[in-house]
């Protein structure tokens, strides 16, 4: 093939402006005396699914000389640029050898569409981003990778200028910047932001070729966490090897904002016997830490600070929680902005706050749906919801005579105790699975049921199935990142009484 | 409907000598205008949609050439238009989606074959196969075949598709018979640029009336005896003058190589794929020919034998390009050149492959079979290369990332009015079990990806509530059928609702109405709520305003009929529930109403900038989530599937799985708060509403509810 001709492959997903970025893309090849020629597939993988795009360019031939004869569809191999519009999508590209190390410049945003697999999963079903980086670079001629999206963001514009932008910067085709802008003006709609994407990419392609600048999230504790530690405490906290000690803080200021100082103590207690547990196992192990008492004291200090009626009310009614709504949805000063709390407490619930007795006897009752509906919507920023609310949160200093403190109280020595387990017989990489297993307790409602029941079957094949046992929280854990893909909820459904239906035959209607 | 296509109107009105720059449909779209068509129809769907809809957004245009243009309800009506150039020298022009188009026109399609036309008529099909299809793969071919008529399949390049279209006019009127010009997906999406000609008033038409009608005449009517008489006429008068056609204009073309004693056959439709797959396995020469010649066939029915036998004689080989199954032009080669006594060797599927695309990679991959077993004058060492780099590369890509890329298929839209039925129903399911679900044609198929994983079957356009006819009686569920409003009228309300009505079926059928078809981008329906109303719905959804589909139920005998809004999930399931379980007998029909978000938002957009602009009160609304709340279990997630409802690594340092969140996309339809209270599945959601210029009263009480909340609120 002639040298001068270049391929253009773009992946994307539908609803992006793909067939806007090929327009401008068409439009300054065009203007910069290219022979051009671009197509898609359009159709319903326009509706969010994965769809491409691909353009041709050619040098204009000499006079007399036919016209090129470009092609219609990519060929693996014979790339010169893949343009994505998000990661996975180049990955996709990657996948289907349309990159070489030879031939191909990729510029991707490093954002990520989630797709809906991987958003679905009950664990983290996320595909590793840090792979797909690594495999663009070791695969390709030259990668320009940054977040594009980041750029659409600052400019409100779509993510195909910021791409634009980047393929101007990048010189991988022969797109004049002026032809390029010129391109956009000429298309007419949303130039102003579109341009500002634009430039704001072109100059970012220089700087980015070192390297990702995704910046990590900055770390925040949720609002009803404790401010300080008793000295005495926090004197525990600092006797414990400083790995486990770094997190068991964490796990010591949650659990005093959630019930005070006596539980904490509670906390650290349990935190305490672990490492202990665990210290007298590693002896002979190298200084790498004390990886079970870490995972123990992460899972025990999330699982101490369930969330009841009472933490949810405690931690929706705060000023500093509608500011920061206020902030998210770009409110002005002069707006007026209103949130309202979607609950739902069944019976369930409200027992479980309840004194012991009473809970138990309100559990005992039929379950039924008379408390679901549609739930009730409290307008968190009225003064009778916040009141309702303050007044739920209020209800703290009962907590501990509640049926489902008890329960969980004694559920959480259940395990902790099949921790000591595994540490004694089944080794470290055991112990740290049955530390880590409280990960499958999740979600409200029949999630909660179904998952909750799933820890504990899993639970109990790890203290009655000897060695091997231990194996089923390993395979368990490794599940939640697929479990769920398939659309159902965990735990064996409760089965409901199926209505029959009667009619007369038909003939005689 | 979804797209504006001003720019493109403005351009079918451009004359002699301007450069026409635009998609490959939209240039077939010029050249209609540019043969002096008298009408127009069609049923819209991908890849064809944009040629119905620039010309009815060009209505105004058109009628000052006196050009009808129709949007039909569907492919059997646009084909049954053609009867118009069966008595009268008009030309006419329609459009489709093939397979399935073709196979609902084809009765209509015969019966217009069979007697043959006077004027032009031209079908143009978007073949839609291959990457980018939706639709069953099948050869639009075999109908050209069964019904005789010629097919023309394009080499791609705009101007000679153009050339094409008014060849495909004089070539139905010299051959008395329909043409079919077929244009793959990516040829229709194809940017380049023609040299525009003037358009041509047709004679007859809206402006220049039909004094009288056509004195009647028997012969052109389908009836035998004349249906014996027609056939032998396509044999024997009508399949020969289409023939004399094609070669004496040219339209197939031979592009000649030094080499010759092998040669290559491609469908018009493939020649640049081919050249490129060519040029990959250093088959071309330097200014990039082939080193092969080659036959393009423009229109691969009928063939032209003469034609076929000069290109075979003295060749030991020949490869036919064909794509798709069954191997028709192949076969007929085969016995051609058998006849005519010439040694060629025929090669075609058995290098290529026996179904699917002809992808760039598919064709490098069947020459270097090609060359090595029948061209031992040529090298494969380019072929052969090339393939080792590509699957090294695929294998060291693979090896890298570790696990296969996830699937990424179509599906709702944010704000999509026809997610929150699929959450009910899923929440219906838990509680009543799974039933036999007959799905239909429509954005709503995509149910059956995650993540609800929702129908059994899908038999056709409108087709769900026939196809539970047998399914029904043998259930002990009852079973559900679904249909879209535009499947609904294009086909479901007789093959489905009449059809039920009249055997007395006891099942249910959920209608979408969301007021257009959406799918193939928002086209109007006879159910689309009327401009003034859609005019004065501010954010309401407009749907609800029409009820053509209600009173048509009604008056047909549909006792059992519900409306309910879409966004309701509590009220939806509800309504699911009874339809499954009451005692009524017959066919209970529960009406799912809102309006296509992407229809919404186009209106709402503007409606929104204006009221901004004139310092008017705007209320938006988003769904948050508490993220110290979400426990991450993501069950909201597995009801939802919403684009801008996905998950984040927690901010909280002690947690370690994934957290949900809504993203900046949200346009606050509420499906995420229903979900949450119907299925009590976690209290994290909460509802945001953002009063720009809000009136002074509730200025007023909002700053005495935020002193008031000083006090009752910690910080």
Sequence with gaps: MNAQRRSLLIAAVGGQGGAVLTGWIVQAARSAGLVVQATSTPGVSQRTGATTYYVETAPAPEPGAPA???????????????????????????????????????????????????????????????????????????????????????????????????????????LPRDACEDAIRAAGRGVGPSLAAFADAFDQVASTDAGVADEPRAARAPADEGTALPAALAQRVARLPIDVAQIAKLGALRTLGFQGAGYTSRYIDRVEAIQRAESALGAGVPA??????????????????????IRVASLKARRSR?????????????????????????????????????????????????????????????????LALRLTAALRPLRPWSLRFAAEQAEIDDWLAVVEQALAVGGSEAALAVARLPRLRKGYGDTQTGSTEEFRRVLATCREGGA?????????????RTAGQDGRERGAPVPKAQPMIWTPARKGR | MEQSFAREVEMLAAGDGCVFHGEGILAVTKALLQSGVSYVGGYQGSPVSQLLDVMVQARDYLDTLGVHVEACTSE????????????????????????????????????????????????????????????????????????????????????HIVRLVEHAFALSEAASTPVLLELRIRACHMQGSFVCRDNVAPALSMRRLLAEPAAPDPRRLPHPPFTFAHEQRKVDERLPAARRYLVEHGINEVFTAELDDAGIIVQGGLFNTLLAALAAAALVDDTGRSRLPILVLNATYPLVPEQLVAFCMNKRAVLVLEEGHPEFIEFE?????????????IEGKE???????????????????????CVPALSTAAAAAWRGEVDAVRARAQELLATPVPVRPPGFCTGCPERPVFAALKLVERELGPRHIAADIGCHSFAMFEPFFTGNSIAGYGMGLASAAGVAPISAQRTLAIVGDGGFWHNGFLSGVASALKNGSDSVLLIFQNGYTSATGTQELLSTPRAASRDDAGGDSTTASDTTIERL???????????AHTYDVATMKATLAEAFTTQERGLKVVIAEGECQLERQRRLRPYVAGRLAAGARVQRVRYGIDEDICTGDHACVRLSGCPSLTVAQPADPLRTDTVSTIDSGCVGCGLCGEIAGVAALCPSFYRVEVVRNATAWERFAARLRAWALQVVLPA
């Design chain 1, 68 to 174: 090129p004869v470009l092609a219609l569809m990519p060929l693996p191999g014979r790339v010169d640029v893949l343009l994505a519009s998000e990661l996975l999508e180049a990955a996709r590209m990657l996948e289907r050898g349309m990159v070489t190390p030879e031939r191909t410049t990729v510029i991707a945003s490093t954002h990520r569409i989630l797709t809906a697999r991987e958003k679905m999963s009950i664990g983290d079903g996320r595909f590793d981003s840090e792979r797909i980086v690594g495999a663009i670079r070791a695969l390709t001629r030259r990668a320009v990778l940054f977040d594009m999206e980041a750029v659409r963001m600052r400019h409100d514009a779509a993510i195909s200028a910021a791409l634009f932008g980047a393929l101007a910067g990048s010189g991988a085709l022969p």
């Design chain 1, 288 to 309: 790498s830490g004390a990886p079970v008492s870490c995972a123990t004291a992460r899972s025990l200090a999330l699982w101490m600070c369930y969330d009841d009626v």
């Design chain 1, 322 to 386: 509608l500011a920061r709504i206020r902030n998210e949805v770009q409110a002005l000063p002069g707006d007026v902005v209103r949130v309202r709390d979607v609950f739902h407490p069944r019976r369930e619930e409200v027992a479980a706050i309840l004194p012991r007795a009473l809970g138990a006897w309100l559990g005992r009752r039929r379950r039924t749906t008379a408390l679901r509906g549609r739930g009730i919507a409290l307008q968190t920023t009225s003064v009778t919801g916040a």
């Design chain 1, 468 to 480: 091997t046992g231990f194996a089923a929280a390993v395979e368990a854990l490794r599940a939640t």
């Design chain 2, 76 to 159: 059997a009506a646009a084909c049954a238009m053609l009867a118009a150039s069966v008595n009268y020298p008009v030309r006419g022009a329609v459009t489709w989606k093939s397979i399935v188009g073709t196979n609902v026109a084809s009765d209509a399609l015969s019966n217009l074959a069979s007697p043959g036309v006077r004027g032009g008529a031209l079908i143009i099909v978007g073949e839609d196969y291959g990457e980018g299809s939706s639709v069953v793969q099948e050869r639009t071919h075999a109908f050209a075949m069964k019904s005789s008529l010629c097919l023309l399949d394009p080499r791609p390049e705009l101007a």
């Design chain 2, 333 to 345: 080669l085969s016995a051609i050149v058998r006849r005519a006594q010439v040694d060629c060797r």
């Design chain 2, 351 to 373: 290098v290529m492959g026996r179904a699917g695309e002809y992808t760039a990679e598919a064709l490098v991959r069947g020459l270097e079979r090609f060359v090595a077993c």
């Design chain 2, 553 to 563: 139920l009604a008056s047909t005998g549909v006792r059992w009929l519900r409306t």
